[in-house]
Each structure stands twice: as C-alpha cells, then as structure tokens.
C-alpha cells in the first residue's frame, strides 16, 4: 500500500472523450478490438446503440442503431469470441441478443420481464467460464430469471419471490463460481439493500444479507473461477468486500467495507488482468481504483470449530473526479490492461488509461 | 488525548462545527498534535472556510495528517484526471506509444479474424453443455424456497412441463438430489477443487483467441498463486499450458510446485523452460532450489553458477550458493544427500549383507574343511593350509568366484539404487521413509537365500562340528548359537530392537563360558551394533563395536559400522579413520570409498586444506589381517552358487579364464628361464605374473627361488614371509626361508624353519640335511674364534656348489604332487646355492683403502663376521682411520662391532679396544653413530660390557668409560 502511495501509484489519464446526444446507460468494450458500444436512451424516448473504434486519442463513430424502447444495460458474456453478440436489456423488460453487423433484427429475442431490466450479465462465453452460456437478467418486478440463448421464450432458471411477498426492486446481478460446468452461482442486489446468492446447480439460495442501503452494483472479482471476493457498491457510498471462500453456518462470508464517497457508487468492476484490484464510480462524478489485500490467514476456526472467513483490507490506489455528474457505466477492456472506458450523465464517454497496474 | 489538556490560551471560542477550540487552527498546535482525529476535524474547518481561507496552514495540516496516517481518509481530495503534465515526456510516450500500437494490433487482427469466422461456430457449439432444465423457479425468500423447489422436482408436473422434460438433465438432477442431502456440508466445505477441468477445448479457436485464453488462464494462476492458493495455481497454469504452452507459465507453475513441495513436477517445469529459453534466469534458480530441496546439491550449484555467471549481483543466488553449501557441510551425516545417503544407505545394508555371507559363508567353508580333514595333521593346515596346497587352478578358480560375486553385488546395488531413485523421484517428500522400506524388502527378500544358508550353519553346529577343531569360531555354545539365529531373523525382519535383546543374550551366554571364543564374541558384539546402527542408536553402537574390535582387531563389519555411526554422529574424522582402515583391510568396499570421499570433502570444508592435520593417526593393518580378510571374501563365493544373471557370470569365466592364460604363460615362461638359469628373468616374469594374481603361492615361492639364487636373501625371505601369511604352513616357503636364512647367516632363524618343514613334512631329506649343516654353522658361529684361524689366503673365493638343493627339490616337489604340476622348472633348475658354510672369505692385509674397502664390502655383502675378524686381526688399529678413509657406514660399523665382539674381545680384548678407540677417530664415525638404531646400539653396550668383563692391560676402566662416550652409550 506504501508502495502504492509512492511515486508508482497508478494515474488515471483521460484518453479521449466523446460528447454524446443521449443519456449513456451502459458502456462496454466489444471483445478482441479497439472498439466500444454506448447504450442508452435518446431524447425521444427511443433506445440507442452506438459503436464507436478508438483513433489514437479520438473517438470514431462507426455505427448507430436505433431502437424502439430505451437500453438500461448489455453484455458480451454469453456469447463466443467469434460472434461477439451483445445482449441488451431494455425498459420494456425485453431482453434482446443482437448481431452488430446485422443488428436490424435481433438473433434473439424475449419479452422476459414485465418492468424494467435493470441489470444483465452473462457467463460462458468469451472463454470465461465454464459450461453454457447463460445470461442472468434483474429486473424491477422483483424477478432474477437466467436464460439460455438456445432456450427460446423462458427462462432456465427463475428467481421470484413467493406470492404474496413484496416484491422488492433488483438494480443489479452478476454471475459467478463458473469454475467447471455444474457449478454456477448468481448474485443479486435490491434496493433494499438485500443480497442474494443463488446456487444454480443446486437451485437454492445459498446465502443472502442485507447491507443496509440499496445495492447499485455487484460483481464477482471472476466469474470462472472457486467463487473468491464479491463487491457489493451501494447507494450511500459504501461498498463493501466479501470473501467468498468459506462461507460460516451462521455468519455467512466475512466482509470488510469502505465509504468511498459521500455520493451512491454506481458501478464496481474489477481490472480482468488482476482480480483483486478494482474501480468503483461514484455519484460525484468520481472513480477510485482500489486494491483488496488478503490476510495472512483467510479463514480461521470459530469457538465451535466451524470454518470462517477473515477479510481482508482495503487501500485506495488513486481516485479522480471526471464529472460533476454521476458516472453510470465503467468497463475494463478485456484485451488492454489499462484500457477503460466510463459513460456518465452529462452525456459523455470517456476512455481512460490506468497507469502502472503492473507494479502494484 | 492531547488537545484537551491544551488550555484555551486565548479564549477565543471554539469553530462552529466540531466546536474544535479556534486556538487549535494554528501552525505550532498542528504540529505538535498526534491525535489523527482531531487533525482531520480541523482540517475539514479549515477546508470548509468558516474560519476564513488559510491555504498555508490547511496544506501543513494535511502534511501532518499525512505523516500520521497516510491512509486517512480526510487527505482524499478530488482529483482530476492526470494529464501530460502529470507525467515526464518519456512516460507520456510510452502510454500513448503503447496504446497506439495495441490498437493498430488489434485493427489488424479484426479485419484477419472477421475472414476466419463462420463454419466454426457450429462446432462449438455442439460442444456446449445441454440447457439448464427449463423453468426452474427459484423463491428469493429464503424461508419457503427450499421445500418449494423440492416438491417442484418431486412431485408430477403438469403438461406443459412434461413437454420440456430433459431426461438427461432429470437423471443429473436426481443426482444432485442425493449431493444436497449433505448439501449443508457441501456449502460450508470448499468444493474440490478436481472439479476443474484441466484442459480447455479449444477446437476451433483462432491463434489469437488461444493466446488470449491462455493469458487468462495464467492471471487466474498468478492470482491464486498471490493469495497462497497453490493447488488452484498450478491447475491454472496447466490450462493455460493446455492452450498454448509458453515458458513463462511453465516458470510459475514450477514456482507453485515447489511452494508445494512437489520438487519433481517443478523439475520437470523447470526442465521444459530451459528447453524453450536455455539462459532463464528463474528457471534456473528455481531448478536450483528444487535440487537444493532433492538434496541434489552438486546439481543446484551448478545452476546457481550458471545464474551468477550471468548475473553477478543476483543476491538469491548467492544467498542459496552459500545455503547450499552450509547445508553439504551440515546435512553429510544423518540424513544425508539422498544422492549419497541413499548410497550409503543401500551400500550400508548390501555391505552389511554381504559381509555377513561372507562371514557366515566362511565360517561354514572352514568348518566343512574341518570335517573333511578332521585327520590333517595340524590345525592350521586345516583352516588354512589346505588351500594353499593346493593346486593353483582351484585356488585362482575362488578368487575368480570371490570377484563375480562382488560383481553381483555390484550389479545389485546399482539396481537397488536406480530403484531407490525412482521411489525418490515418485514420492520426493517422503522419499527417505519410502526408501528406508524399499531397502528393508530388498533386504528381506535378499536374505531370504541367507537364512538358508544360516539355517545349515546352525545344524552343522549342533552337529558337533566342533570336534574338527579346524575353525576356530565355530565353538559357540548350541544355546548361544540359538539366540544369534534367533537374532539374525529378528534382524533381517527389520526387528532391530528384539534383535538386540536377542544378542545381547548371546553375549551373556558366550561371556559366562569365558573368553574361550574371541570370534564368536565379536560376531555378536558387531550384530548387535548392527541393530544399534539401525535404530540410529550411534553411541551404543560405537560401543560395541569398539568391544568387537577389542576381540579381533581389524574385522571388517564392525569398523564399517563404527564408521557409519561416526559418520552420523558427525565425528567425520574417527569416521574417516575407520574407513580408511576398513579400506586397508579389503580396498574393494565401495561403500567405505564413497563414504571416504565425502567424509574428505565434509572435512575440507571443515578445516580447511590442513584437515589432514587434525586427524588421529591412522592404524596399519597389519597384512595377515588383510589377507586373512582376502580369505573371507573369497573362499565363500566357491560354495555360493551365482544366482545372478548367468551371461555376466560367463563373461567373467571368460576375463578369468583369459587371465588365467596370460597369468600361466608368464608363469612357465619364467619356469623356462630357471631352467636355462636365467634367474633374474625368471623373477622378473614372475614379478609380472604377480601383478596378474596377488594371491598365487607358487610365484612367490618360485621367484624367492630365482633371489636364492641370485643371492637376493633378503628378497628371497620377503616373498617367503609373503606366501607364510598366506599360508601359514607352505612347506616350500618354510624350505627357502630357512636357506634365505642361512644366506643372511642368520643360522638361528634357519634352523627353525628347517625344523618347521621337518614338522609338517618329517619325510623331507633335504631340509634333514640342510638342518644339519645349519646347526653345525650355528655351532661354528658360536666358536666362531677357531673358525677364524682357518681361513686363509688372500682370496675371496665364493665357490657355487651344485649340491644335493636339486635332489631337495626333487623330493619336496613329490611330497607336495600338487604342485608338479604347475613349477616343472624348480625341479630341473641346476642348484648353484652357494655353500659359505664350508667356505671362509680369504682375508688378506688391506695395503690402501682401496683395497680394504674391497675386502669390507665382501664381508658385508655376505655379512662374514668371521672374515672380518679376520680382517681386523690382521690390521693395524691405527690405519683404520686411513683404511676407512670416509666410507664408514652403519652397516660397516655393525660388522665391524659384531665381529669384535663374537670373535675378538674373547680372545684379544686389547685389540679390540685398540679398534674401537680408533674407530671413533675415523672420518664420518660421529654421523654413522647417530643412525644406529636401538638394537645396535645394544651391540655396541655388549662389546663394552664383553671389554669391562674381559681385562687387558692395554686398556683401565676408566678409558673404557671415556670411549663409551665417544660411542654414546
């Protein structure tokens, strides 16, 4: 941590910049290329997918495609290297799969959920996880469902609660533990703070907490591997690291948490190349890159002798503020270690350069 | 904390949030105070600007935050992003250097990879695992989920589920049913981690694809390697090797491996990058510290000098170089390098093993001699005489066998040790005990032919073999007999500590009878140390066979164990004195060179290159227990059958035989000189034949015949005393010692050897006659005074007399049939031993030193005290000097001092006195004097004390006592 404070601490440099003419949702990187998509929603309530190609330090405009209904989110992760099919989830609760050099009609196509998706994330794809390729969708009518882009019309898994419970907002979901081809879980965040892990090979809910505070984002450090730290970022700026090693009877997983800003941390993603180090952006227009360092020893025996887990610590490697708006959306280029992108509320996507992540 | 002790100096009032004192906002306070807290409250004040803007003192606030806790989390300012400024020009170039071309890569790649898509796909996807079953539903409450999901799966679907029934997925399902029964525990345990595939499908992937894969595969491995997860690690990197195989990740899968102490899967990794990149820096170092761990230490020094030639700095290296090194010094003893503790270890129980069928074949060999010439004459015939009569071909014919069964042993030791190294390479971690069991069931199932043979042994005993009297260490007890047996299989069984009981009985048993039986009492004592070695019991087993050795001196078996024990208590050096020792005794123990050569090196880096300074003296061996020891080893090997490998045993009858040949040919070659009387090239052929075969008798007899001749007695009594500690009982070598004995005048000697050969063989002629002769020299010797009258003339005349030795020959060779055969020669050869017996030097009046010096050396040369009396009567006392001129010798002043004293002080005390006086004034007295050895300074004590008894006027005591100082005495 010293030696991340020293004169190798990493700097984020702004590459370029692009104004946009939209409200950007979600930005991602499309896999093996210099190139990047922007979702979101135009002005006149339509949804927009824009593919642009980095030109040294400027943006190219390559294509644009307009849809009928706003995009909130998408995802490359259930789809092959070659095919580089995106998944989109839109407000009408549509979850779309479209071939970008034949975008105008999607290769797949489901009217999943009644309100809005929120969240999408796919596994089994691009080489990062085993088994099928899945794509989890979280929406605002309380449902997690996962689907299999070979499966037309419904789900493989449906995650609801019972009749008769409230139904409680899902902002986000992520896929995790894909380590071989049984094993895979996901996990959820709700606006009221709960978290749920879904054991989809067992089809069980393995675990739940509740932090406190709205979930805006989780992510698994990696899908495919023995499921390791998940970070959980919430709307009053906390964020908080589970070790998801050993999991207690009682206590679950141990945690260690951190506020990072006064205002709600909209994405956490962690850097491909190296798992234990991650950005989380902030309302306030900021982002911090921060390191997760492990304890000495990760899970020790309780008074009972059951297994359970230490955390860990936290340090905060470098921290900018790009905008005065929130920034929505943060992906890391699976290709260029470094190489990241964010889109933000005053309508601009940026490309930054994260210095130095080798040394650390 | 502080800040509360600090009285309101100025009673100002306090900020308005935090209600922080205003006297606080000030550079001398922010100094001095610890409390991080407080600090961070004051510097939001400042920051804030209720108080007013104070840029300066804000920025020493934070420095001193800073300095407190650089990780606090008032110091986090908004940032913007870093700029160009934020960075040199180079690190700017770089960034944008880097990208540019990561971009043009991957623009380039996209355009190859968008012609290569398509048929592909189809593939792949036939690969894909089958769909989740279809509408799984899964209650987010927690509560009701589980019975819901369960009597989903249990009880009848509907239609429209039925449609979507997967039978497949049903089956896998109802499997997992069964896992989620002890769901619970599968939660809370870490699921196995062999649950990860270990290759990756990558059928129809593109080359960039792969390398992408593979780079991923690899963060995982470091990642996991980082949090100490090396099992996940090394799985990663095999995926990643699966993918595409680069040195780089087979470097860090090695890393792994040896964090997992798996050296032999990191040697291979280790292995395959010096393959790839033969100069890795890592590579090497890590092969170095997986050697270091294998205990390869030759091996990983190597490779830290191929590191440190290439990096001379590399302080791990050097580091590990002199870890290494410590560790040779300190790791020798106990366990060893396995390398070579291994060795030991095999060589130790092959030693142990073999030593022991040699003993025990030996034993059993004497006593089977015993009971077959039960009626020999002499007891030492028996043990072992009888071989050395007999014939040259059965005996070469042992020795031969003696090899080929060390060559087996050889063999098997070598196998044991390449199994042991296999057994090392298979399970490294343990691989000590692994092999310690090994080497025990090689052990067992090598002995088991043994106990057979220990078995036998047992019944001869009880069979009263004793009675031969032949074998000496066959007279155990039949209930210490027992309780060794007993012993013997509790050990080969690998029960050392019963084993020990069991001896110790034996040695009870044995003491009780008295110390009638030396051999068997040091058997037991050097069995039981055995056992003690094996428990690692090093002190008692020291003791032991420092008891054995006590009993009989020089055995083998114990000083190799009191070796080993030395060696593991790290007393290197009374380590290396006993198998030095050892090695005298019988040089083809390969175990005591290896241990020897480490020993030396443990003890160079000990004490340096004076180490051998340090050491005890080590003790000579005499010969008789070196060859007695060449007896042991070989005669067993006759009644061994070879149970090995009956190709290697021919080739070795084929060595043998061929040497045999050449062994023969030299030997009748030189025969063939004896006969034309070409005697010194008959001793040199024979001297070749020696080198061929140490053992053969014959040639030692046959060329101390050819020094008889030539006059060489000294020669001749060395190869007789040679052939005597072989076989003690060679009647030939008797024969020619005592006539070596009679040339050397040494008529005392010679009679008893005549009488030895009159004692084995009473029916020899020769030596009757010769006894006679001899015994009448001895008589003349002794009356030598009358003797000396005799002579006469001014010639030395040493007549050669062909006498009767050819007759003498003729007979002895008859008596012994045997040898006929082999030494046609000897009966042939014309006997032209000269007779002095009935001859006198002539001794005439020395005119010049010239002359007297001629008279002397044929004196000397035939050490004729007679002559020299003779010599000395006749000359003049005081010439001497002159006459002596500076060729006075020890050996002249010796005779000189005999012959006064046997043949003149008796007679003339004046004279001699006269001779002595001035012998003293002769050139080089004074050194010849200081070399005299005790035995002849006694001579020279004798002629005075003849001189003192024996008055003479030309000489008072008191003169007498002057020169006896002048001599020393």
Redesign the interface.
């Known amino acids: 941590?010293?030696a991340a404070?020293g004169p190798e601490r990493p700097?984020?440099?702004?590459?370029a910049q692009q104004a946009l003419s939209y409200t950007v949702f979600d930005c991602k990187w499309v896999p093996?290329?210099?190139r990047l998509l922007c979702l979101g929603s135009a002005a006149r309530g339509t949804g927009v997918v824009q593919l642009y190609?980095?030109?040294?330090?400027r943006l190219e405009l390559l294509r644009e495609i307009e849809k009928p209904k706003p995009i909130k989110c998408g995802t490359f992760g259930a789809t092959?290297?070659?095919?580089r099919y995106l998944a989109t989830g839109d407000f009408d609760g549509n979850l779309n799969i479209w071939n970008l050099e034949a975008p105008e009609i999607p290769v797949y196509s489901v009217k999943g959920h009644k309100e809005i998706i929120n969240s999408i994330d796919g596994v089994?794809g691009l080489?990062?996880g085993?088994?099928?390729?899945?794509i989890v969708t979280g929406s605002r009518d309380?449902t997690?469902k996962?689907w299999?882009p070979?499966?037309n019309d419904?789900?493989?898994?449906?995650?609801?609660?019972?009749q008769g419970?409230s139904k409680?907002d899902c902002w986000t979901v992520a896929f995790g533990n894909a380590?071989?081809?049984?094993?895979r879980v996901v996990c959820?965040g709700y606006d009221n703070g709960d978290i749920?892990l879904?054991d989809?090979?067992?089809?069980?809910?393995?675990w739940?907490t509740n932090i406190k505070n709205g979930v805006c984002s989780v992510e698994f450090d990696?899908k495919?591997?023995?499921m390791?730290k998940l970070v959980a970022t919430s709307l009053e700026g906390k964020f908080h690291v589970f070790d998801m090693?050993?999991?207690?009877?009682t206590k679950g997983f141990a945690s260690v948490s951190e506020?990072a800003q006064k205002s709600t941390i909209w994405q956490v993603r962690h850097l491909?190349?190296?798992?234990?180090i991650f950005m989380t952006s902030g309302g306030?227009g900021?982002l911090h890159l921060w390191k997760y360092e492990?304890p000495a020893q990760?899970s020790k025996k309780d008074s009972e002798g059951?297994?359970m887990g230490v955390a860990g610590s936290l340090?905060?490697l470098q921290?900018?503020?790009?905008s005065t708006q929130p920034i929505s959306s943060l992906d890391w280029s699976?290709?260029?270690k470094g190489?990241c992108v964010c889109g933000a509320f005053d309508q601009t996507v940026r490309v930054?350069?994260v210095?130095k992540l080798n040394k650390i | 904390m502080g800040d509360e002790s600090v009285p309101y100096l100025l009673g100002e009032g306090t900020t308005k949030t935090y209600q922080i004192p205003i006297s606080h906002l000030d550079y001398k306070f922010i100094e001095k105070c610890t409390d991080v807290k407080h600090l961070e409250k004051i510097l939001r004040v400042l920051r804030s600007g209720e108080e007013g803007c104070y840029p300066e003192l804000t920025l020493v606030c934070e420095k001193r935050i800073e300095h407190l806790d650089?990780?606090s989390?008032a110091l986090?300012k908004?940032?913007?992003?870093?700029?160009a400024s934020?960075?040199t020009a180079e690190?700017w170039e770089a960034?944008?250097s880097e990208?540019?071309s990561?971009?043009t890569e991957?623009?380039e790649?996209?355009k190859k990879?968008q012609l290569?898509?398509t048929d592909?796909?189809n593939e792949?996807q036939d690969n894909?695992?089958?769909?989740?079953?279809?509408?799984?539903?899964?209650?987010?409450?927690?509560n009701?989920?589980?019975q819901?999901?369960r009597s989903k799966k249990n009880i009848p679907r509907d239609y429209s589920e039925w449609d979507?029934f997967d039978v497949e997925k049903e089956c896998s399902k109802i499997d997992?049913d069964c896992?989620?029964s002890n769901?619970?525990a599968r939660?809370?345990?870490?699921?196995s981690?062999a649950?990860?595939?270990k290759k990756?499908d990558t059928t129809?992937?593109?080359k960039?694809?792969k390398i992408?894969?593979a780079t991923?595969e690899k963060?995982?491995g470091n990642?996991?390697f980082?949090?100490?997860d090396y099992v996940?690690a090394v799985t990663?990197y095999t995926r990643s090797i699966s993918v595409i195989p680069t040195a780089a990740v087979y470097n860090n899968k090695a890393q792994a491996e040896i964090k997992l102490q798996d050296w032999d899967s990191a040697l291979q990794d280790c292995e395959k990058v010096l393959d790839m990149e033969p100069g890795n820096i890592k590579a090497l170092m890590r092969r170095a510290t997986v050697h270091m761990h294998l205990q390869n230490y030759q091996t990983a020094i190597e490779d830290l000098n191929k590191v440190l030639s290439v990096e001379p700095e590399n302080s791990m290296a050097k580091k590990s170089l002199i870890e290494i090194e410590e560790k040779l010094k300190g790791l020798n003893p106990v366990s060893g390098p396995p390398g070579k503790g291994k060795k030991i270890l095999i060589q130790e129980i092959e030693d142990s093993e073999s030593g022991e069928g040699r003993g025990e074949n030996a034993e059993e060999c004497e006593r089977r001699d015993g009971d077959k010439t039960s009626a020999a004459p002499a007891a030492a015939r028996a043990a072992a005489g009888e071989p050395a009569m007999g014939n040259a071909h059965r005996k070469s014919h042992g020795k031969g066998g003696g090899k080929g069964h060390d060559r087996d042993t050889h063999k098997q030791k070598e196998s044991a040790e390449s199994r042991g190294k296999k057994g090392a390479s298979e399970k490294s971690e343990k691989h000590l005990s692994d092999h310690e069991g090994e080497v025990n069931g090689y052990l067992r199932s090598h002995e088991k032919s043994e106990s057979a043979e220990a078995e036998e042994l047992c019944k001869s005993h009880r069979g009263g073999s004793q009675s031969a009297g032949g074998g000496s260490s066959t007279s155990l007890p039949p209930t210490a007999a027992k309780l060794k047996s007993e012993g013997n299989e509790l050990f080969k069984s690998g029960q050392f500590g019963e084993a020990v009981l069991k001896y110790s009985e034996a040695i009870e048993c044995v003491s009780g009878l008295g110390e009638q039986s030396p051999d068997d009492l040091s058997i037991l004592y050097s069995n039981r140390a055995a056992c003690y070695l094996k428990e690692g019991n090093c002190s008692d087993c020291i003791q032991d066979c420092n008891r054995a050795l006590e009993l009989q001196p020089f055995s083998l078996k114990p000083l190799l164990r009191r070796a080993m024990a030395n060696e593991s208590m790290e007393r290197y050096r009374q380590a290396y004195i006993d198998y030095k020792t050892v090695l005298q005794i019988d040089s083809s123990i390969q175990a005591a060179h290896d241990s020897a050569n480490r020993i030396t090196k443990t003890l160079i880096d000990q004490d340096g290159p004076s180490w051998r300074e340090k050491l005890p003296p080590i003790p000579v061996v005499p010969v008789a227990a070196q060859l007695h020891r060449w007896d042991g080893g070989s005669l067993p090997s006759e009644n061994k059958p070879s149970t090995v490998d009956v190709n290697r045993e021919e080739q070795l009858q084929m060595n043998r035989e061929e040497a045999m040949e050449k062994f023969k040919r030299l030997k009748n070659e030189g025969n063939d000189f004896v006969k034309t009387g070409e005697y010194e090239k008959a001793a040199n052929k024979y001297s070749e034949c020696m080198k061929l075969n140490t053992e053969e008798c014959t040639v030692y007899t046959n060329r101390a015949l050819c020094y008889l001749k030539l006059y060489k007695y000294e020669e001749a009594k060395r190869d007789c005393d040679h052939v005597l500690q072989t076989e003690d009982s060679n009647i030939k070598a008797f024969y020619r010692r005592a006539l070596a004995y009679k040339g050397l005048q040494n008529y005392q000697a010679s009679v008893d050897d005549f009488n030895k050969v009159l004692l084995i063989d009473p029916n020899v002629l020769e030596a009757q006659k010769e006894l006679e002769e001899v015994t009448q020299l001895l008589h003349l010797d002794s009356s030598a005074g009358a003797g000396s009258e005799q002579t006469r003339g001014k010639k030395i005349t040493i007549r050669e007399v062909t006498e009767a030795d050819e007759q003498e020959e003729r007979q002895l060779a008859t008596s012994e049939d045997a040898e006929t055969h082999h030494v046609p020669a000897e009966e042939a050869v014309p006997k032209r031993v000269p007779q002095r017996s009935s001859e006198k030097l002539c001794v005439w009046e020395p005119s010049n030193a010239y002359d007297f010096g001629q008279i002397i050396n044929a004196v000397n040369a035939n050490k004729d005290k007679a002559a020299c009396a003779d010599l000395l009567t006749i000359t003049d006392p005081k010439t001497l000097p002159v006459l002596l001129s500076n060729k006075l010798e020890g050996e002249i002043l010796l005779i000189f001092i005999q012959s006064l004293e046997h043949y003149i002080a008796g007679k003339d005390p004046g004279l001699a006195y006269q001779h002595l006086f001035y012998l003293s004034k002769a050139e080089r007295f004074k050194v010849v004097l200081a070399l005299l050895s005790k035995k002849e300074k006694e001579e020279v004590q004798q002629l005075f004390d003849v001189l003192s008894e024996s008055q003479s006027d030309q000489y008072s005591l008191e003169h007498l006592e002057s020169l006896k100082k002048v001599y020393e005495l």
């Open positions: 941590m010293s404070l700097q984020v440099v702004a590459h093996r290329s210099a190609e980095l030109h040294g330090a092959s290297l070659q095919q089994g080489g990062i085993e088994g099928a390729p899945e309380g997690v996962v299999d070979r499966q419904t789900p493989v898994a449906n995650m609801e609660p019972v419970e409680r380590y071989n081809q049984e094993e959820a749920k879904f989809l090979k067992t089809m069980s809910l393995r739940e990696r495919d591997i023995n390791n090693r050993t999991q207690h009877p506020k491909p190349q190296n798992r234990d306030s900021s492990y990760r059951s297994e340090s905060l921290n900018v503020t790009l699976p290709d260029k190489l930054l350069i210095t | 650089p990780r989390r986090r908004d940032k913007p992003a870093a700029t934020d960075f690190e960034i944008n990208l540019t990561w971009l991957m623009n790649d996209d990879s290569l898509r592909t796909l792949r894909l695992p089958p769909i989740r079953c279809s509408s799984s539903c899964l209650s987010t409450n927690q009701k989920k589980l819901n999901k979507k997992e896992e989620e769901s619970k939660f809370f345990s870490r699921p981690l649950a990860i595939e990756i129809g992937m593109t960039r694809e992408f894969i991923r963060e995982k990642e996991a980082a949090t100490g996940e990663y």
